[in-house]
């Protein structure tokens, strides 16, 4: 295992996020938050806090590698509302890097969601209506491995990457 993790959602900005994540960092794991697997060429884990019935069973995750999922079904790590960005850091500490490096996950613009029917989809609702960012708040700093992101809010509250 690396020391590093790199998170990567599926917000607009995941692909400018990883082409300087993939610039400027050396060697990383990737953990894909729901479906960003399917655009990466390579993940070693893919994080979900969606129902096994709802995500797995419906068929939207068929293709993944069911040794690589991470849920809080096998991890033990409770969904506590933070988004699977947040599980997915929480799965990276539990996992033991040292370091989580968020790409596509910046809490800010439309959010993805989970449509039984459709799958996941942007909407355009705030991550402010919830208590999201407050969750990542007190969340954090009780980690063992550091975070830092390449855009948004959570750029802003944890740093970007500088090596």
Known sequence: MKDIALIVGRAPCVHDDLEQARAEIEDFDVIACNQAYQFLEHYDYMAS???????????????????????PLNTGIPNIGGTTGLFAVQCADMLG???AVLCGVPLEGPRCIFHEE??????????????????????????????????????????????
């Open 49 to 71: 806090v969606h129902a096994e019935e709802e995500a797995f069973k419906t068929g939207f995750f068929a293709d993944v590698d069911k040794t690589k999922v991470l849920h």
């Open 97 to 99: 890097y040292k370091l």
């Open 118 to 163: 459709k799958g996941f989809d942007f909407v355009d609702k705030s991550y402010e209506d919830k208590t999201v960012k407050r969750v990542w708040h007190d969340i954090a700093p009780l980690l063992s491995c550091d975070i830092v992101s390449y855009s948004g809010y959570t750029k802003n509250k944890f740093g970007t990457y500088n090596g």
